[in-house]
């Protein structure tokens, strides 16, 4: 029988598996010949299976770092010429990893560095570091690069400052207090790049979590018939949205509180098994006399371990609903297990959220 389509897909550690890693040895070794690359390969593959991909991301950058001849100023010129030959974005952030390491006392040269390696896979990663250690010093860099041609390098001004950047540590002074990114967040606020403007979107995200009055004082401020802006306030509004944040749902054209009544809500079937279907069905028909505009929601009530349940909020739709009219809403959604998210036996509440609020109930139970 042939087992391709339900074979798991790889690790995402294999990106540095052993033929990246052996890829990056001979190339290395073409640009530079003092580069030892019998012993890079030893000592990037050594316990290679035990490890997690930030752990492999660092032993690859250790082992550049032991078999590249030279001062560091010399290895990055290796590392330089390298870039265009690794062939694969995220594998080439070993090279800001790199830099990383081996560069803090090196300010100016690294800089110049992540400026460039950025344009291969991302330095958000290693410009925290340069963060943690000089931050007034790093942060007027990136500033700067808020203003570069390149949306690799704009982007990296956001993505590198973000406070809650994931798979890095968090920036726990601009948590505190974010104000010293608003100048970045400003001057991509209308960005023409999508990958700039998801980045900003997210840093904003970052922060209603810790202080969400200051985004909102930002945010309203901005010019939201640029349909770029209006873009990134939605998305960096989102969680506050579903939250049901009034000045959140406001600044996006929600009409407020929703005038409506339910024509039915349903989740079929009643009772499901890990791995299975539910459905969810709704009608809304509208109350008010004039036009509203409705964000529309459903959240799962998870069972947790202990016998509790975890909120989660799930986007559904956006309408602009006339006096009168109705609207009809579908959605199925399988349930099964996540490395995020592992599920529990029992009954798990599903509710219907308008405009932040909840307007109808239902739910369904789960056998493992």
Sequence with gaps: MDNTATQAAPALKEIFDRARLGHFAAETAAISPGFDAERFLALATDNLDALGIMQRLRQTAVSFHVTLPGSYGEALEVLTALAPRINHGFASIVLPEFVALYGQDHFDLSMRALHLFTRYGSAEFAIRHFLARDFERTLAVMVGWAEDDNEHVRRLASEGSRPRLPWSFNLKNLIADPAPTAPILEALNSDPSLYVRKSVANHLNDIT?????????????????????????????????????????????????????????????????????????????????????????????YVKKAGTASKKVFKLKEIALAPGAGAEFSIGQTVRDFTTRKHHAGHHRVELIVNGETLATGGFDLAL
């Design 209 to 301: 979590k810790d202080n969400p009055d200051r985004v909102i004082a930002q945010v309203s401020a901005w010019d939201m018939g640029n349909a770029h802006t209006a873009w990134i306030v939605r998305h960096a509004l989102r969680t506050m949205i579903k939250k049901g944040e009034p000045r959140a749902l406001a600044l996006i054209g929600t009409t407020g509180k929703p005038e409506v009544r339910i024509g039915h809500f349903s989740v079929t079937p009643a009772a499901i098994r890990l791995g299975e279907r539910i459905q969810l069905d709704a009608r809304l028909v509208s109350s008010a006399a004039t036009e509203q505009k409705l964000v529309v929601d459903y959240a799962v009530h």
